[in-house]
């Protein structure tokens, strides 16, 4: 028995019916999504901390916030987003009506991951419902308690016939995939994303594929260590390193290794004290799969910083490691825990062949008082995004598309791209049924009059 079937055909009938393209129900479906936020904050950040140990901060700021402004966005210019957009015309169309129309795709699925669970769950919906689709969300099984409050709360705040959660793991989700979607939306591993895409090619289905990697952080000689350090402790370390845009490694030279180090102890012990495991501000690894596979990763290179784990607490310390050679693992798998190496490289040129060998980041990071330099690795590299002088602040712009770019993923979104994202650009032509005599050029039979046109 599928247990998907109903649902599924639930929510295909709603879309048939037309119910969610008029503006007021799309409105309506936003304004229930930030009632849900509003009305149910203290439950979401408890759960959020029990599946993460997110702190009160970081879930406002990472999850409650960015999620309420991309809502508030999409309420501000959902019509303005939906309007027809003129183009312009040639010769033989100078007397029709030529436009793009954003429609919806029909029945979307989108699959979150656990590390925002929050977000990355109503970031996309907000586009998906905007755009008048219907929406099966699937959240991650693994942030069990954040899931829950998805699965249990969310719907009552929205039109249930044309919204559903579904839960389970990969071997559930296998059987969903099994149906046809007009549009998935998946985040997530990259391994996964190759069976996404493979299951969305059996039935055509056009995909954003929201990936991971390694992002480089290339460290110029010339800039201030102790505020470099500040910037991507902080990055590396928000959400116990689970971020898909984090720092991954710092490339550098010896001479700035040996002035990052001391300053990026200074800026862990300023964060979360002599014994960061009793700090309310770091959070914990979501899992013991993913705690044995960093505490496997310390043990590549010298531990020159923290190297504390205790699995009990399911706690990694801030870590950073020195003397790591590009060929251990730790150095070809995406770390996404509080673990920083550094790779020395003996110039700019060499970071930069050195990011190029690899594959293409989800972000790319550059650090220098020098904007020549900033420019140099942004002009000759290729990431999802890019920010200079700082961590993922690129990603807190909604006027930004959002995405990756080869491995790290495809297609985008945040604010009015998620919107596009989720609407099929349809071409629009609309020629008065009159006016023939001037058409009639075009018919057969042709003569070189109908050539001089
Ligand atoms: P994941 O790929 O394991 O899981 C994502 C979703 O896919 C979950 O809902 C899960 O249930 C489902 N899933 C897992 N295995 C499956 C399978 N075999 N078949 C079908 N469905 C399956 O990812 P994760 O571990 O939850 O998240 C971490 C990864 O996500 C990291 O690689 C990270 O970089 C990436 N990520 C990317 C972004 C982005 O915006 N680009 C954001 C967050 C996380």
Request: net charge neutral; hydrophobic share 40%; proline share 6%.
């Amino acid at each position: 028995m599928d247990p998907f079937v109903d649902t599924l055909q639930r929510l295909r009938e709603a879309f048939v019916s037309g119910r969610t393209r008029p503006a007021e129900f799309r409105a309506a479906q936003l304004k229930g999504l930030s009632r849900f936020l509003q009305e149910n904050k203290q439950l979401l950040q408890e759960a959020l901390a029990q599946d993460l140990h997110k702190s009160a901060f970081e879930a406002e700021l990472s999850e409650i916030s960015i999620s309420q402004n991309e809502i508030n966005l999409a309420l501000r210019n959902l019509r303005a987003w939906m309007k027809d957009e003129k183009v312009s015309k040639n010769l033989a169309t100078q007397l029709d009506s030529a436009f793009i129309r954003k429609e919806p795709f029909g029945l979307v699925l989108i699959l979150s991951p656990w590390n925002y669970p929050l977000n990355l769950s109503l970031g996309p919906l907000v586009g998906a419902l905007a755009a008048g689709n219907c929406v099966v969300l699937k959240p991650s099984e693994i942030s069990k308690s954040t899931e829950k409050v998805l699965a249990e709360v969310l719907p009552r705040y929205l039109d249930q016939s044309c919204f559903a959660v579904v839960l389970g793991g990969p071997q559930e989700t296998g059987r969903l995939l099994e149906h046809k979607f007009d549009y998935i939306f998946f985040t997530g591993n990259p391994q996964v994303g190759k069976i996404i895409m493979t299951a969305a090619a059996k039935h055509l289905t056009p995909i954003t594929l929201e990936l991971g990697g390694k992002n480089p952080c290339y460290v110029d000689d010339n800039c201030d260590p102790q505020t470099v350090a500040n910037r991507v402790a902080f990055f590396r370390c928000f959400n116990a390193g689970q971020t898909c845009v984090a720092p991954d490694y710092v490339l550098c030279s010896p001479e700035m290794q040996a002035r990052l180090v001391p300053a990026l102890q200074s800026a862990i012990t300023r964060f979360y004290g002599d014994d960061p495991q009793s700090s309310p501000n770091l959070g914990r690894i979501i899992s013991q799969k993913h705690f044995q596979r960093l505490r496997g990763l310390l043990s590549f290179g010298r531990v020159v910083i923290g190297g504390q784990s205790d699995e009990s607490d399911l706690y990694i310390a801030p870590t950073v490691l020195v003397d790591v050679q590009e060929t251990d693992p730790v150095m070809q798998e995406e770390i996404f825990g509080p673990i920083l190496p550094i790779v020395n490289v003996r110039s700019l040129g060499q970071a930069i062949d050195f990011i190029n060998r690899r594959e293409k980041p989800l972000a790319l990071y550059a650090f220098s008082n020098s904007s020549q330099v900033v420019k140099r690795v942004l002009a000759q590299t290729s990431s999802g995004g890019f920010c200079g002088n700082d961590g993922f602040m690129h990603l807190t712009l909604a006027s930004l598309p959002f995405g990756g770019v080869g491995s790290s993923g495809m297609g985008n979104y945040h604010g009015k791209f998620s919107f596009d994202t989720f609407s099929h650009h349809r071409a629009c032509l609309l020629r008065p049924p009159g006016l023939e005599k001037i058409y009639t050029i075009r018919y057969p039979p042709h003569t070189p009059r109908n050539l001089r046109v």
